[in-house]
């Protein structure tokens, strides 16, 4: 499927796969057995974690001995929810000219990086959509090691069925040509669990604003801020959905705050880059340029 005749990446071009995670060992190894069934194998993964768990080393280690896929692991002091400034340490090592940003207790599907490379158009993010799986229904995934993401449609229907999966239309694949165009401004429900963007926009916007600290809305303040650099929303939804893991919600005591600021950010179309960004975790030199590959 090809949107326009100035998108014509190449097949070989290298994408970062980012994959944040906190405390849940488990759920990563899961999440990178998922991405080493990737069809497409031109990919590299940043684990990106928020803490310093030493199970998640350990992990880290053992994946990448065994795999060819590059695979490098970024932390920081646990001192609470700073997703936005581990996300930035993690791009700002990584090779990829095209930035997938991943949640680590998300499985994902065999054609999930070449869909995302499919949908890969100059001047858009892309954010993808999510299955939710049930609490009773995950933990029996870890446990048995249920490789679910190669499950054919019809067991996938079965679970849906017996309420083990929240929804079903959302895995199936439309072509919706230039209805993925249809609202280039929507920020709304553009989650950093399955989201697409161009390293050079997100240098542009300065990456995630570490401002943001504790759960809420720092995914949502970086798309708003593509917007407002000119970069649109192309719809992920039925091309690249991810299976989302059952969990706690997280504590949202600055989720307010959070939110007042983002509304700020909303409000001010001349607002275009972070506060504290990306900028802060680069060499010198990449401070007054826009690179268009490597952070290096």
């Not at 057995?33 to 993964?45: G, V």
């Not at 303040?221 to 929303?233: A, E, F, P, Q, T």
Request: proline share 5%.
């Amino acid at each position: 499927m090809t949107f326009s005749s100035d998108k014509r990446e190449s097949n070989t071009m290298l994408i970062s796969v980012i994959v944040t995670t906190y405390n849940w060992p488990d759920a990563l190894a899961a999440c990178l057995d998922s991405l080493l069934k990737q069809d497409d194998p031109h990919f590299e993964i940043l684990i990106a974690e928020d803490g310093e768990l030493p199970a998640n080393a350990e992990i880290a280690a053992r994946y990448t001995r065994n795999t060819r896929i590059p695979i490098r692991h970024v932390r920081h002091e646990d001192t609470g929810f700073r997703a936005g400034t581990i996300r930035n340490k993690a791009v700002a090592v990584s090779r990829g000219d095209y930035l997938i940003f991943l949640d680590g207790d998300c499985l994902v599907f065999p054609n999930f990086v070449a869909r995302h490379r499919q949908l890969a158009t100059q001047g858009h993010f892309v954010p993808g959509n999510r299955v939710l799986l049930s609490q009773t229904f995950t933990p029996t995934v870890l446990k048995e090691h249920l490789p679910i993401y190669l499950w054919n449609g019809l067991r996938l229907l079965t679970l849906r069925i017996s309420g083990k999966l929240n929804r079903l239309l959302p895995l199936f694949y439309l072509p919706l040509g230039f209805l993925r165009r249809r609202q280039p401004l929507k920020w709304e429900k553009a989650m950093t669990c399955n989201l697409a963007v161009w390293r050079r926009d997100f240098y542009q916007a300065n990456g995630f604003d570490e401002l943001y600290e504790g759960w809420g809305y720092e995914d949502s303040d970086l798309v708003i801020r593509l917007i407002h650099n000119g970069v649109h929303r192309l719809e992920g939804r039925f091309g690249v959905p991810v299976l989302h893991l059952w969990h706690k919600q997280n504590p949202r005591d600055k989720a307010d705050a959070n939110y007042q600021r983002l509304l700020q950010r909303v409000s001010d179309p001349l607002c275009l880059r972070a506060e504290k960004g990306v900028t802060e975790h680069l060499p010198e030199a990449a401070h007054t340029t826009t690179p268009t590959g490597a952070a290096h």
